[in-house]
């Protein structure tokens, strides 16, 4: 069975653009987290996925959404792109969206650099 | 909010065992999570405890104390593949799946 994938592996933008960053989760998995990894530093969380509706949110500006499709795969959208948002994004997926959903599995990643 | 600390850097030998510690605050807790991360990689999970005491699945053990906000994971008969970073995660009561996690502590193994 696959994992969790993530498209693209690695991408390049520039200061001000746009960018969206897919994941599609294991499958009969119906939840999707995101999170930020800053290089040297641990994950942080930006949003969580189930059943197409948003369950939770982390510390992050408007500029970053995201949504889930009805086949639970989901994307991440971040606009008017600042160097600090360089770091690798993960994607996350598990059968529920709570304690009892799971343990969480990881998508390799997309290395977002912005210049 | 919730606080996680662990160390950052930690050495230790081929054949050896070796302590990650990793200390939190919360305002709710509903698990306790380890990760493996090789640099580049994805972070792989290892172990989960809820309840207070040890979880031991083979080289790994982790240990959790509530009353403490304590809990450590063990690595015996260390070996250069377990070079990687092993990250922390709490998971909030009543937050959905969100984890929050430490920095990572980096554990090199030297022969």
């Known amino acids: 069975d696959a994992g969790v994938t993530q498209s693209p592996t690695h991408l390049i933008k520039t200061r001000g653009q746009h960018v969206t960053l897919r994941c599609s989760p294991i499958?009969?998995?119906?939840?999707v987290s995101w999170y930020q990894q800053v290089l040297g530093q641990g994950p942080q969380f930006i949003f969580q996925?189930?059943?197409?509706?948003?369950?939770g949110r982390g510390n992050f500006p408007d500029r970053f959404s995201a949504r889930q499709f009805p086949n639970y795969s989901s994307e991440l959208n971040v606009n008017a792109l600042l160097l600090g948002d360089s770091a690798l994004y993960l994607c996350?997926?598990?059968?529920?969206?709570?304690?009892?959903?799971?343990?969480?599995?990881f998508g390799p990643g997309t290395r977002l650099t912005v210049t | 909010g919730q606080n996680i600390d662990q160390p950052t850097e930690m050495t230790a030998t081929e054949g050896a065992i070796v302590q990650i510690n990793c200390t939190y605050q919360?305002?709710?807790?509903?698990?306790l999570f380890w990760y493996q991360q090789h640099a580049g990689e994805a972070p792989t999970f290892l172990s989960y405890?809820?309840?207070?005491g040890l979880e031991e699945k083979g080289r790994f053990s982790s240990f959790l104390s509530r009353s403490k906000g304590y809990s450590y994971l063990l690595l015996k008969e260390l070996q250069m593949k377990d070079s990687a970073s092993y990250l922390c995660?709490?998971?909030?009561?009543?937050?959905?799946?969100?984890?929050?996690f430490g920095g990572g502590t980096r554990l090199m193994v030297k022969p």
């Open positions: 996350a997926s598990s059968f529920g969206p709570d304690a009892q959903g799971g343990e969480q599995y």
């Open positions: 499958s009969g998995h119906k939840s």
């Open positions: 996925y189930y059943e197409k509706e948003e369950r």
């Open positions: 919360t305002s709710g807790f509903n698990g």
């Open positions: 405890n809820v309840l207070d």
């Open positions: 995660a709490v998971r909030g009561y009543n937050a959905g799946n969100m984890l929050t």
